[in-house]
Nanobody, 114 residues
Framework: QVHFVESGGDLVQPGGSLRLSCAPS????????MGWYRQVPGNQRDLVAS???????NYADFVKGRFAISRDAAANTWYLQMNNLQPEDTAKYYC????????WGPGTQVTVSA
């Protein structure tokens, strides 16, 4: 079953940066809006950032000014650049079609700790 595969998560210190990547496991998608989500165990999955096919971006208030979502159309890959990471950003991060998700991929763990 096709899903998205996320990568790039790691353990970083507060103030550090990471870039997450996301690509479909198979097939070629025409996606109107792609989103990056995050989830902490026991909590709901929250939409962090989204990007439309035309490049319009939106961000949750808690990441505005620190995170940037982008897309490499030729590579069919989406990215989430995360700067000035804080402990509260610790979560598993997922990408999926915004508002109409397909089966979720494995996610990638981001841990921010000194």
């Amino acid at each position: 079953q096709v899903h998205f595969v996320e990568s790039g998560g790691d353990l970083v210190q507060p103030g550090g940066s990471l870039r997450l990547s996301c690509a479909p496991s198979g097939g070629v998608f025409s996606i109107s809006i792609m989103g990056w989500y995050r989830q902490v165990p026991g909590n709901q999955r929250d939409l962090v950032a989204s990007i439309s096919k035309s490049g319009v971006t939106n961000y949750a208030d808690f990441v505005k000014g620190r995170f940037a979502i982008s897309r490499d159309a030729a590579a069919n890959t989406w990215y989430l650049q995360m700067n000035n990471l804080q402990p509260e950003d610790t979560a598993k991060y997922y990408c999926n079609i915004a508002y109409s998700p397909i089966p979720w991929g494995p996610g990638t763990q981001v841990t921010v700790s000194a």
